[in-house]
């Protein structure tokens, strides 16, 4: 059995593959130092499993926490895997295609193409998971995720979002009445707590959304696969398809997104 950990900025994530008849195994855990977060995980991984230390492999480590490990955890065989190269393989592996570019939606957002066995690092941007939880914290005073998305769930984005149709007649070309010409750029004084949520999710989802078509269309692929965190939530999903409908480009959520790391790690 191999072991990959993925030791993220905000969560540490474990998979276990080749573990016989269970498939792959998965467990996550919060990472406060890095050594805590990947042997706390591990650990839990093992003991939640009925697993055995003797039947592991190797470990492979990846995630900005994985240059904090030192040496081979638990005296057995650990390498560190780039990033990267663990997000595309995993992502690859989880989408069960060969040419895909791939968004990871973590604390901030990673870019990746994957073309056969190539795997090579685009880019990406600041905004991620992280802005909507800075944000909400500032801004409405809430730390807890599952509460920002049950207000953001109850908002009108109408009124924070300057839209195409506030400013234009109709359509402006492509783009329907209902986008957002500004993000936060309306803001009216009337605006509640929940359309502040819903706008926080609006631009955090909207600029990772076109940030991956155009690097979708600069590469001539039309699949985006969403992984990371980011990837299973319902309102950022939305986002990301009424983007899919007017750049005719596909969002793919697989199960499992949030592991992708953690996954393609082991299999590297
Ligand atoms: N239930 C949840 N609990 C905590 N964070 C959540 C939850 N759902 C979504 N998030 C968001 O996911 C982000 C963390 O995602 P993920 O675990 O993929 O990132 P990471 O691997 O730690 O970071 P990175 O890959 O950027 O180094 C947090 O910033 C948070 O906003
Ligand atoms: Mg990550």
Same mark, same amino acid.
């Given at each position: 059995?191999?072991?990959?950990?993925?030791?993220?900025?905000?969560?540490?994530?474990?998979?276990?593959?080749?573990?016989?008849?269970?498939?792959?195994?998965?467990?996550?855990?919060?990472?406060?130092?890095?050594?805590?977060?990947?042997?706390?995980?591990?650990?839990?991984?093992?003991? !939640?499993?009925?697993?055995?230390?003797?039947?592991? !492999?190797?470990?492979?480590?990846?995630?900005?926490?994985?240059?904090?490990?030192?040496?081979?955890?638990?005296?057995?065989?650990?390498?560190?895997?780039?990033?990267?190269?663990?997000?595309?393989?995993?992502?690859?592996?989880?989408?069960?295609?060969?040419?895909?570019?791939?968004?990871?939606?973590?604390?901030?957002?990673?870019?990746?193409?994957?073309?056969?066995?190539?795997?090579?690092?685009?880019?990406?941007?600041?905004?991620?998971?992280?802005?909507?939880?800075?944000?909400?914290?500032?801004?409405?005073?809430?730390?807890?995720?599952?509460?920002?998305?049950?207000?953001?769930?109850?908002?009108?984005?109408?009124?924070?979002?300057?839209?195409?149709?506030?400013?234009?007649?109709?359509?402006?070309?492509?783009?329907?009445?209902?986008?957002?010409?500004?993000?936060?750029?309306?803001?009216?004084?009337?605006?509640?707590?929940?359309?502040?949520?819903?706008?926080?999710?609006?631009?955090?989802?909207?600029?990772?959304?076109?940030?991956?078509?155009?690097?979708?269309?600069?590469?001539?692929?039309?699949?985006?696969?969403?992984?990371?965190?980011?990837?299973?939530?319902?309102?950022?999903?939305?986002?990301?398809?009424?983007?899919?409908?007017?750049?005719?480009?596909?969002? !793919?959520?697989?199960?499992?997104?949030?592991?992708?790391?953690?996954?393609?790690?082991?299999?590297?």
């Amino acid at each position: 059995m191999v072991i990959g950990i993925d030791i993220g900025s905000t969560t540490t994530k474990v998979a276990a593959v080749n573990s016989g008849k269970k498939g792959i195994i998965m467990v996550r855990t919060k990472a406060f130092d890095a050594i805590t977060s990947a042997t706390g995980a591990f650990g839990k991984l093992l003991v !939640e499993n009925n697993l055995n230390l003797a039947n592991i !492999e190797k470990i492979n480590i990846t995630g900005v926490g994985a240059s904090r490990i030192p040496g081979n955890l638990f005296g057995i065989a650990t390498t560190r895997i780039d990033e990267m190269v663990a997000i595309g393989t995993g992502g690859k592996y989880l989408a069960k295609k060969d040419r895909i570019i791939i968004s990871n939606i973590g604390t901030g957002t990673a870019i990746i193409q994957v073309d056969g066995s190539a795997i090579t690092h685009l880019g990406g941007t600041g905004v991620g998971g992280g802005t909507i939880t800075g944000l909400a914290r500032q801004l409405l005073n809430i730390s807890d995720f599952d509460t920002i998305m049950n207000y953001a769930a109850k908002g009108n984005i109408n009124n924070i979002d300057l839209q195409i149709g506030d400013i234009a007649e109709g359509n402006i070309g492509f783009l329907n009445r209902e986008y957002t010409a500004s993000n936060f750029g309306k803001m009216l004084d009337t605006a509640t707590r929940e359309d502040i949520a819903a706008g926080i999710l609006n631009l955090t989802y909207q600029v990772i959304g076109m940030v991956s078509v155009f690097a979708a269309r600069s590469k001539n692929n039309d699949t985006v696969v969403v992984t990371g965190n980011g990837s299973n939530n319902i309102l950022g999903q939305k986002i990301l398809a009424s983007i899919s409908s007017m750049y005719n480009i596909q969002f !793919e959520f697989p199960a499992n997104a949030e592991f992708a790391t953690a996954i393609g790690a082991a299999q590297s």
